[in-house]
């Protein structure tokens, strides 16, 4: 439905109820019954304009509607974006600053001496073969 045909919907409706109003009182000063009155062929006629108007402005109230919520889609979209560019500049100086923290610490093993380990699982063939032929030196 068109959204601009929203104030000519709102008219309609207002003078299909006027209408309604005065045929309904026209007609109980007839001295015609409820039932006669409903049955009636112009009532139903006027009845059923006014539920066509009800029907459509609550269509152009749901495109109203979505037309909000697309809207507000957008706009969260688009400082989602100006945040992610704004985001790895911040990456960016963390990442700067982790890399200084970490020269420092391969600075700081270097200049620790390194601890003598014992041969085990991990090695190399030739370091359990020293081991092997220096135990029975030492007997």
Do not use: C, W
């Amino acid at each position: 439905m068109n959204l601009r045909a929203r104030i000519y919907v709102e008219n309609q409706k207002r003078h299909v109820q006027a209408k309604l109003d005065a045929h309904l009182a026209s007609l109980k000063e007839k001295g015609l019954d409820s039932e006669a009155i409903s049955r009636h062929a112009t009532t139903r006629k006027l009845k059923a304009m006014v539920r066509k108007a009800i029907f459509r402005l609550a269509s152009i109230a749901a495109q109203e509607k979505l037309n909000k919520e697309r809207v507000q889609a957008k706009a969260d979209k688009l400082a989602a974006e100006k945040a992610a560019r704004e985001k790895p500049k911040e990456k960016e100086k963390a990442a700067e600053e982790k890399g200084k923290k970490e020269k420092k610490e391969k600075k700081e093993k270097k200049e620790k001496p390194a601890k003598a380990e014992k041969p085990g699982k991990g090695e190399p063939k030739k370091a359990k073969e020293e081991k092997k032929a220096e135990k029975p030196e030492d007997q």
